[in-house]
C-alpha cells in the first residue's frame, strides 16, 4: 500500500506561481513512477505530468514550459513547480503513484483557484 498526501494549493492571481507537494508513504520502494493529474469543474480529469524511477519527465502541452515536476527521494515527496499561471489551471490537483505490477495509488486532491 501507498499512501499520498498533497499539499500546496491555494487562491493566486493570473501569473504568478505556486508548488504542490505530494508526501508518499507505505510501500515506496514499489513504486516505479508518480505524477500530477487535474480535474476541473464539470470536466474530466487530465493528466498534466509524470516523473518515472530513472528521472524521466514527461508534460501534457498545455502546461509544457509553465509547470516542472520534481521529486526529492530523501522525503519521499514529489512537487509541482507552477509558473506563470492561468485561469484555466484552476482545478483540484491529484497525485498518483504506479507500482511495477500496475497497481494505481491516489491522493485526495489539493485546490487551486487562478483568479484575479
Known amino acids: 500500500q501507498v499512501q499520498l498526501v498533497e499539499s500546496g494549493g491555494g487562491l493566486v492571481q493570473p501569473g504568478r506561481s505556486l508548488r504542490l507537494s505530494c508526501a508518499a508513504a507505505?510501500?515506496?520502494?514499489?513504486?516505479?513512477?508518480m505524477g500530477w493529474y487535474r480535474q476541473a469543474p464539470g470536466k474530466q480529469r487530465e493528466w498534466v505530468a509524470r516523473i518515472t524511477i530513472d528521472g524521466s519527465m514527461y508534460y501534457a502541452d498545455s502546461v509544457q514550459g509553465r509547470f516542472t515536476i520534481s521529486r526529492e527521494n530523501a522525503k519521499n515527496t514529489m512537487y509541482l513547480q507552477m509558473n506563470s499561471l492561468l485561469v484555466e489551471d484552476t482545478a483540484v490537483y491529484y497525485c498518483?503513484?504506479?507500482?511495477?505490477?500496475?497497481?494505481?495509488?491516489w491522493g485526495q486532491g489539493t485546490q487551486v483557484t487562478v483568479s484575479s
Open positions: 507505505g510501500s515506496i520502494s514499489s513504486i516505479s513512477s
Open positions: 498518483d503513484a504506479r507500482t511495477g505490477w500496475g497497481m494505481v495509488y
